[in-house]
């Protein structure tokens, strides 16, 4: 995952600009340590800090176009950069290795009409010398980051965090996901616009768990695409460990000969951190010996955790109280990661906002209210999960990929599936959430894993975590201070003491407006949107997000016999044991809950 900086149309010369430039450039260096490109000329000047994954001897940016005039600055990787090559009318000469490069030869076969051709993730800037333009463009979901603000002087900043720019912007924003920029017509055009971003469209097409299962392992094959060694993200749920399974599967061919030659690195490495004995390090260690990955567990102690919160809020760049929490142990285990010498995981992110796993969906009404949820979900993930996932291993020079978000899987999911398939509890025939991809990928994981409650990630590395940092913020924050919380904050106002202390610590790092504007607030239950609260009148008297504080929403959906006759297992966690006792054969009409 590579950092991306340019300064366009500046005030001086890209010579005058171009030290000052540098240092901006150098606080991106975490996210490509392995080599920096620079292009300046006239007023202009595109920075690259790379990480090498694709292209790895010759894929150095920025890259150019045969005659020198088209200029590209890339973070991200093109997963389907060899189909489009073979597509092109007049495809010229390649320069390089770089799944980027067709990115070139795209604009020039197409204008910036192209984007919508790409499958990967991505944050591009294309410097056009000849026709005096440039062009900036996101991935549909916003999986690289990208921002973009003007200084004092008119000139165009554009970069892939907020702190290479925010002391030199006189304003600055998120560049929109789904979005290109063009300078010569000075608009935004949405290149990225599927018939799921209307919250009232909803399929009604039958279920085909078979397609679901073979667009999901499609997505993945398409995401091994990579030349340096590589593994997973490993929680003991259910999404990381269906993306393990299936990469577990087609790890030993090479993705980029279509599977003609034996992979570089064809054993698969899986990772899971957690305080000692917490519920992920377990399950984890379940997953890991099922799929015989060779398997890392770290463990991180309460004090590493709280002293490690300042530096993650300074490399997230939110102060968003989920996302903080989820990201330290995030953080910490990207570290280790790294000295392994890997630098690229795949990671589960986005599978409960495609299907519905969070546990208040159980109190879902109905299949409109599932799919506009599912679509406000979707549509925000670049503030939350998205953002957490990039930047967490970005931070230590390793790169997240997401299969569950690829474009042509996501797309299927959300135009194809009915949202009254992906109902759950009382409103959903009793079902277990994400009933649908549980069924489809039976047999690829244990028992107690596929269908094992869902867990937010700052639960499942240990519950004495979260409820650690609500009592340090206690110890930092008075009551008084939470009294004039409205008055130093009117900007989203921090409800909590935990909220407030974190708050603190961005505004800390990040004290311009423009900053504290780029993260959303309102009210949330278990990362609900402020919408989803309408449907239980219970959940305005929560005021955490954890997804503990709607765990007995679940425990609701199940009374003790239909819960005796459905729950095809239980698995009972303690420090030392791990049992598991199976009651009976898993019904095929009903969904079931796992214990712990």
């Known amino acids: 995952m590579c950092g991306i900086l340019a300064v366009l149309n500046a005030h001086k010369t890209a010579e005058e600009i171009r030290p000052e430039v540098l240092k901006h450039s150098r606080r991106l260096r975490h996210r490509g340590p392995d080599w920096s490109g620079v292009y300046a000329k006239g007023h202009n000047i595109l920075c690259h800090e790379r990480l090498a994954i694709v292209g790895v001897d010759d894929g150095a940016q920025p890259l150019y176009s045969e005659d020198k005039s088209i200029i590209l600055c890339v973070n991200g990787e093109i997963y389907n ?107 935004k055009v949405k290149w990225y616009n599927p018939q799921w971003h209307d919250e009232s469209y909803a399929s009604t097409a039958p279920l085909d768990l078979d397609r679901l299962r073979h667009e999901l392992e499609e997505a993945v094959r398409r995401q091994l695409m990579c030349d340096v060694p590589y593994g997973v993200l490993l929680s003991g749920g259910l999404d990381s460990s269906l993306i393990a399974s299936i990469a577990s599967r087609i790890c030993s061919k090479r993705i980029e000969d279509e599977g003609q030659s034996s992979a570089w690195w064809p054993q698969l490495h899986s990772f899971s951190v957690g305080l000692k004995g917490s519920p992920d390090l377990k399950m984890a260690r379940v997953v890991a010996d099922y799929l015989k990955t060779v398997h890392h567990e770290f463990t991180f102690t309460i004090e590493e955790g709280l002293d490690a919160i300042s530096d993650v809020i300074y490399h997230l760049e939110t102060y968003d109280v989920t996302t903080i929490r989820a990201a330290t142990p995030m953080y910490l285990m990207s570290r280790k990661i790294k000295c392994l010498g890997v630098k690229m995981v795949l990671s589960g992110e986005g599978s409960d906002e495609i299907f519905g796993g969070y546990l208040y969906f159980h109190k879902c009404p109905n299949r409109e209210e599932m799919q506009a949820e599912n679509v406000r979900k979707l549509k925000m993930l670049y503030k939350f999960d998205c953002l957490r996932a990039n930047k967490c291993t970005a931070a230590w020079g390793v790169e997240a990929r997401v299969p569950f978000l690829d474009v042509e899987f996501l797309d299927y999911v959300m135009n194809t599936i009915d949202p009254k398939d992906k109902m759950c509890g009382l409103n959903g ?137 459905t729950q095809g297992v239980k698995v009972h966690l303690d420090d030392s044991t791990l049992e598991t006792v199976a009651i009976s054969a898993l019904p095929d009409t009903v969904g079931v809950k796992t214990s712990s």
Not at 472 to 500: G, I, L, Q
């Open 81 to 187: 950069h060899k189909q489009l090559k073979k597509q092109l009318k007049n495809p010229g000469n390649f320069l390089t290795e770089s799944d980027c490069e067709i990115i070139i030869h795209l604009y020039k076969e197409h204008g910036p009409d192209f984007v919508h051709l790409l499958n990967g993730i991505f944050a591009f800037i294309l410097l056009d010398e000849a026709k005096g333009l440039f062009m900036v463009s996101r991935d549909h979901m916003g999986i690289c980051p990208l921002y973009w603000g003007r200084d004092a002087s008119g000139g165009v900043w554009v970069a892939s965090e907020l702190k290479s720019i925010n002391d030199v912007c006189v304003t600055f924003e998120d560049f929109p996901p789904g979005y290109y920029y063009t300078s010569d017509a000075d608009k």
């Open 429 to 565: 025939d009793n079902r277990m959430e994400k009933w649908i991809v549980r069924k489809a990928f039976e047999g690829y994981l244990p028992h107690e894993i596929l269908w094992r409650q869902k867990e937010q990630f700052s639960d499942g590395v240990g519950y004495g975590w979260i409820d650690s940092i609500k009592a340090h913020a206690e110890k930092m924050v008075s009551d008084r201070d939470m009294a004039n919380a409205k008055h130093r904050f009117p900007y989203n106002t921090p409800p909590t003491k935990e909220a407030f202390y974190i708050r603190s610590v961005f505004e800390h790092h990040f004290p311009q407006a423009s900053a504290r504007e780029c993260v959303p607030g309102g009210p949330s239950v278990a990362c609900s949107t402020p919408a989803a609260l309408r449907w239980d009148a219970s959940f305005k008297q929560y005021a955490d997000c954890s997804g503990r504080s709607v765990a007995g929403v679940h425990n609701a959906a199940y009374d003790d016999s239909h819960r005796e006759k």
